[in-house]
Structure formats: structure tokens, C-alpha cells
């Protein structure tokens, strides 16, 4: 199904689901389990996914043309990100741009463009609903009674224990969901080998098994990317709180935090609750 020219590495949802010679087969089985609809696999279905839009260094979407309809999927194993209404506003533009000609915008006749949805599938370890709804305006500063724009992601918890109701519908999502589920069982068990012990069971137990026996490397490889990309985010996130964090301090927040830090430790609060309140490092507050 795939129709682009890959420069940054796929993520095995993506792989399933727009790339693999099987993916027209797995989407439309998603897509029908999310219409309640029987298209056939002869329905015509074509990739359009942007590259290196969503995520900086790895591809974790998918966007196909579909029934008159363009679905954007995204697969979310850490927090959920309130911005994604704003991420896929920015995308869904990109597309529309892609998808029409440039002439077709200054017709006096309405131009007519395939209808957008967007979908997020959470499968993080951090509790969060079956499923629920993030709103473009959500993010408004002023919310005016008549919201000018707006754009809705549904975001469906495909975690097995939530017991989704698209996961019962949906072969290929259920079978990857229980996937990662023992690829992060398998890694806490055994960080050096998770990623292989857990295709191996993987496919003992028959869970994604035709598809992990052709592409048991190339899998193991996109593993590896993810938690490569996982532990960037990560250190990204916790370098912006730095940064945020003396910022702050650099317009005199800094003399209020020594100020508060110091009666703190005069009344002999615990060290590690000053450190919480005033937000200095423990060294900081010794040296008072």
C-alpha cells in the first residue's frame, strides 16, 4: 500500500497499517472496526501520509484516502499530548495543500475536499479512559458561543484491559496491542533481549505470527528506533523544564525561591520537601 519515499524510520504500527504488503488488509479492517462498515479489500485505499510532520524522527502516523474520507491515525505509547488537535490541524492543512491542485482555491465553484477524522490509539502504561475526545478549542485563549474552528481527535485506549470495543473488531489492532503489551513485559524482564524474547513469544503464542516470521529483524530494528525516540522526547522534555524552570528564575523569582528556601530550612523542614516548594537543587540549599 505504500506509495512514499521513506527517509526516517516507520514504527511497527506503521508498518502494520500503511507500509507492510498486508497493510491495505489491516487498515481496512481498522477502518471498518471504527464505521461499523464492511468495505472490501478490493475498496481502493491510498496512502497519503506526509513525511516527518507528526514526529521529528521517527514516522508514527498514518493517513490514507479512504471512502471519500481522510483517516489520520496516530499511535501514542507515552502521556497523551493535549496538542495533538493542533498537531493534526497543521498536518490535515499540509495534505489538503498535497491533495489539491493550487489552481483549485480560486474557482468561483466549490471545490469539494475528502472529509477529515482523526484518531489516536493510547497503549501508555499511565491509567487514562477507554476513550475520549480532544478539542481544537480546547486550547483557545477566548472561547466565543459560536466556536469559529474547530477540529475533534478521538483517542481510544487499545490497552487489553480497558476492553475496547474497536479492539473486539479489529484482528490486527487487538493482535498488536497484546504485541506491545509483551514487548514491555519482556524489556522489564530483560532489557538486553526484550525486544527479541518478546517476537519469539510472540509468535509461540500466535499472536501477529505470519507477520513477525517474514519481518522478525526489520521489527526488532523499529523496536529499537522507538525506544531510541521514546528516550530523545524524554530528554527533551525534562531539558525544556530546565530551561523553563531558570528562565523563571532569571527575572527574580530566583531571590524569592533563596528567600523561601532559607526560611524553610530555618524552621527544619525536610530537605527533599524544600527542594519541591522552592524548586532549588539540594546543593542550592545546603550552600545557604
Known amino acids: 500500500m505504500s506509495t512514499s519515499n521513506r527517509k526516517y524510520k516507520d514504527s511497527v504500527f506503521v508498518d ?3 507500509e507492510d504488503e498486508k497493510a491495505k488488509e489491516n487498515f481496512l479492517s481498522l477502518y471498518n472496526a471504527l464505521h461499523g462498515t464492511h468495505l472490501p479489500l478490493s475498496s481502493p485505499v491510498e496512502n497519503i501520509r506526509l513525511e516527518n510532520v507528526m514526529y521529528m524522527n521517527i514516522i508514527n502516523d ?25 498537531r493534526f490541524l497543521e ?28 484518531y489516536v490509539f493510547y497503549n501508555g502504561t499511565e ?49 498488536y496491542s497484546l504485541f506491545v503489551e509483551e514487548v514491555r513485559r519482556q524489556t522489564q524482564l530483560d532489557p538486553e533481549n526484550g525486544f527479541t524474547n518478546a517476537v ?14 517474514r519481518k522478525s529483524r526489520e521489527v526488532i530494528n523499529m523496536l529499537v528506533a522507538e525506544y531510541d525516540y521514546d528516550t530523545d522526547i524524554a530528554v527533551q522534555r525534562e531539558e525544556s523544564l530546565r530551561i523553563g524552570i ?7 523569582s530566583y531571590q524569592k525561591a533563596l528567600e523561601t528556601a532559607k526560611l524553610m530550612k530555618g524552621m527544619n523542614y525536610p530537605i527533599n520537601d524544600i527542594c519541591t516548594i522552592s524548586g532549588l537543587s539540594v546543593e542550592e540549599i545546603k550552600a545557604l
Open 91 to 118: 498536518y490535515i492543512a499540509r495534505l489538503y495543500e498535497k491533495l489539491q491542485a493550487p489552481t483549485d482555491r480560486y474557482l468561483r465553484k466549490l471545490s469539494k475536499i475528502p472529509t477529515p477524522e482523526f
Open 127 to 175: 491509567d487514562y479512559p477507554e476513550t475520549t475526545v480532544l478539542k481544537l478549542s480546547d486550547a483557545f485563549i477566548t472561547k466565543p458561543e459560536q466556536v469559529p474552528l474547530e477540529l475533534m481527535v478521538q483517542v481510544f485506549n487499545i490497552n487489553t484491559d480497558k476492553a475496547n470495543k474497536v479492539l473486539a473488531a479489529c484482528k490486527p489492532l487487538e493482535e
Open 16 to 18: 502494520l497499517f500503511s
Open 246 to 252: 531558570q528562565q523563571g528564575f532569571s527575572d527574580g
Open 62 to 86: 498514518v493517513s490514507c484516502l479512504v471512502d471519500g474520507k481522510i483517516i489520520v491515525l496516530a499511535e501514542h505509547q507515552s502521556t497523551i499530548n493535549e496538542n495533538m488537535p493542533l
Open 200 to 213: 519469539k513469544i510472540c509468535i509461540e503464542k500466535g499472536i501477529l505470527k505470519e507477520y513477525l516470521q
